[in-house]
């Protein structure tokens, strides 16, 4: 089971990036998959998921409307864009799978996990 970030950067306030989730090894369609951010010191906070199979989707509230997860289940692949971005969106951020669960994104019921890519917003 792989699950692979990319598309971390430096933007500025406002800027934006695409967050990918190139995942391999398991039924996809199966799996819920979450986006999650984690600053040191502090715990990892679940942003958004989606269930590919049927595009269902959740955001924390302090990225609604910022933020969009999508799905392209031919490459078994998920997104995260991220518009308007703020300093406090700095994080290094993961995504992660999870069989069956579905909601607003809780580490402990993800499987699977990424290595992180960093996102930094700074002026």
């Known amino acids: 089971v792989q699950l692979v970030e990319s598309g971390g950067g430096v933007v500025q306030p406002g800027g934006s990036l695409r967050l990918s989730c190139v995942t391999s090894g398991f039924p996809f369609d199966d799996y819920g998959i979450g986006w999650f951010r984690q600053v040191p010191g502090k715990e990892r906070e679940g942003v958004s998921s989606?269930?590919?199979?049927?595009?269902?989707?959740y955001y924390i509230n302090s990225v609604k409307g910022r933020f969009t997860i999508s799905s392209d289940r031919a490459k078994n692949t998920v997104y995260l864009q991220m518009i308007n971005l703020k300093p406090e969106d700095t994080a290094v951020y993961y995504c992660a799978a999870s069989l069956g669960y579905r909601g607003l994104p809780r580490p402990a019921e993800y499987d699977y996990w990424g290595q992180g890519t960093q996102v930094i917003v700074s002026s």
């Open positions: 989606i269930s590919p199979a049927d595009d269902i989707t």
